[in-house]
C-alpha cells in the first residue's frame, strides 16, 4: 500500500531519522496495547490530512509530497537549535 512512499524515503538516507521520529509523532496513542502493535497514526487524523490534501480522505498519499513533509520537518527542526 504505502511501497511507493517507503522506497521513496529509502533512497534518501538524509530523512531516515527524520521518517522514524515522525513515525512515532504521528502514531495513535497507545499503539503498542493494539494490534497489529505498529506505530500507525490514527485513522481519523490521517482521513483528515489526506482530505484536506487531496480533496479525498482515501486518497494514497503521493510520496513526492512525504519527501517534501519530512524535508521540512527535518529543516524546521534545524531551525529550533
Do not use: K, N
Request: aromatic content about 16%.
Amino acid at each position: 500500500m504505502y511501497s511507493r512512499v517507503v522506497g521513496a524515503v529509502a533512497v534518501r538516507p538524509a530523512l531516515w531519522w527524520t521518517a522514524v521520529v515522525q513515525v512515532f509523532r504521528l502514531a495513535a496513542p497507545g499503539w503498542w496495547r493494539r494490534r497489529p502493535f505498529l506505530p500507525t497514526p490514527d485513522p481519523d487524523y490521517l482521513a483528515f490530512r489526506l482530505q484536506t490534501m487531496y480533496g479525498d480522505a482515501a486518497h494514497q498519499p503521493e510520496p513526492d509530497d512525504v519527501v517534501v513533509y519530512l524535508e521540512w520537518c527535518r529543516s524546521y527542526r534545524r531551525a529550533l537549535r
